[in-house]
């Protein structure tokens, strides 16, 4: 099993591109989520899902868009980047649809810049 | 809003020395779950403890939760150079789907 993959592993924009960042995971996990990291800063969630065609917003969802129409795949859209947006981003996923009380596998993580 | 509080933020310890450190929390939980990150990688799951339970042991990781003090503990016993990671303890409430996460403490292991 390759895990939870995440593409790409660096990007670069420009304020006001829009981009999209790729989650995907073979263990037919039900709960998918998504985390920005910043530094000295602990993991916060923009959305999760706990299964195809279910989506709810976390603690940060605001200049972001998810979609989930299948189990393995979740992407995370950045509408109209600013430079806030500039952070590492983490997918996750879990068995169970409780998601968090459940251990979470992460992916390796996406670095993003916005100038 | 962030749940749980790493305590120290940063340790630096000699190979083979026992490494501890705290998570504070504020409101009740289903399940409490320590997480190592390495410079630069995603976070790997280490141990899941549960509300009822008070201690759990995985190998040279020992963990500790005390409801009551609203509080869990990682001990890292025979520090080795591989054990330097930033560690994160994560909480779950009954109520909700999401994970609370703190800041983290970043442990060096000096050889």
């Known amino acids: 099993n390759a895990g939870v993959t995440q593409t790409p592993k660096f990007q670069v924009l420009k304020t006001g591109q829009s981009m999209t960042l790729q989650c995907a995971q073979d263990?037919?996990?039900?709960?998918m989520s998504w985390y920005r990291q910043d530094p000295g800063m602990g993991l916060r969630l923009i959305h999760y899902?706990?299964?195809?065609?279910?989506?709810d917003q976390g603690e940060v969802p605001n200049g972001y868009n998810v979609s989930r129409s299948t189990t393995e795949d979740f992407p995370l859209r950045l509408l109209s980047a600013a430079p806030s947006q500039t952070s590492v981003y983490f997918c996750?996923?879990?068995?169970?649809?409780?998601?968090?009380?459940?251990?979470?596998?992460f992916g390796p993580g996406t670095r993003l810049t916005v100038l | 809003s962030q749940q749980g509080e790493e305590d120290p933020q940063a340790l630096s310890i000699q190979e083979g020395e026992n490494a501890t450190m705290n998570c504070s929390y504020k409101?009740?939980?289903?399940?409490l779950q320590w997480y190592r990150q390495n410079s630069g990688r995603g976070l790997v799951h280490l141990i899941l403890?549960?509300?009822n339970e008070r201690e759990k042991h995985s190998g040279r990781l020992r963990v500790t939760l005390d409801t009551s003090k609203k509080s869990s503990s990682l001990l890292i016993t025979a520090s080795r150079a591989a054990d330097t990671a930033s560690y994160f303890c994560?909480?779950?409430?009954?109520?909700?789907?999401?994970?609370?996460w703190g800041a983290g403490t970043k442990l060096i292991i000096k050889p």
């Open positions: 996750a996923s879990s068995k169970s649809t409780s998601g968090s009380r459940d251990t979470q596998y």
């Open positions: 263990m037919n996990h039900e709960y």
């Open positions: 899902s706990v299964g195809a065609g279910i989506t």
């Open positions: 409101t009740s939980i289903n399940n």
């Open positions: 403890i549960r509300s």
């Open positions: 994560a909480t779950s409430r009954d109520s909700n789907y999401q994970l609370i």
